[in-house]
């Protein structure tokens, strides 16, 4: 039963990020490694109004959101040069971002998030730890106008 229903669920460790200039213009974008993505996700805010003499509760309303989640980006640091090391917290991106899930065999399911034109909020290194022997995790927060879907 559980092989049965493995095929009906996309795994979490399969994903490709990719970057370009516009997604519409038919440019490919390269392929960016990540070990973790996380802030995926779009929540709807709403508002209470009270109104004198309707006793069953207040009415909700939906008001646009104010604010999104960051996208939080984590990937093992690497020994060369990459365009990555330019981004500095204040800089827009000006260009998309791209995340495919992948299923088990590789290939890309229907399952794609958009995020465009993002600012960078933050950059973070791990501790450096002589005494460890983990690797060197650099991390960077995203703010976006919303993920598309």
Not at 5 to 17: P, Q, T, W
Not at 19 to 25: D, E, Q, V
Not at 124 to 143: K, Q, T
Request: proline letters at 5%.
């Amino acid at each position: 039963m559980t092989d049965i229903l493995r095929g009906h669920y996309a795994s979490d460790f399969r994903f490709h990020v990719l970057t370009g200039i516009s997604p519409f213009a038919g440019i490919p974008g390269s392929d960016i490694c990540f070990s973790r993505i996380s802030g995926i996700g779009s929540t709807a805010e709403s508002e209470e109004i009270a109104e004198g003499g309707r006793n069953s509760g207040p009415h909700l309303l939906s008001v646009p959101a104010k604010r999104h989640t960051p996208l939080v980006l984590e990937r093992g640091v690497l020994p060369v040069s990459h365009w990555m090391y330019r981004l500095k917290p204040g800089m827009r991106l000006g260009t998309w971002l791209q995340i495919i899930v992948m299923d088990e065999s590789g290939l890309p399911t229907s399952r794609q998030f958009w995020i465009e034109d993002g600012i960078v909020t933050k950059w973070e290194l791990s501790d450096l730890n002589a005494l460890g022997n983990s690797i060197l995790i650099e991390r960077m927060e995203i703010l976006h106008d919303g993920i598309n879907y």
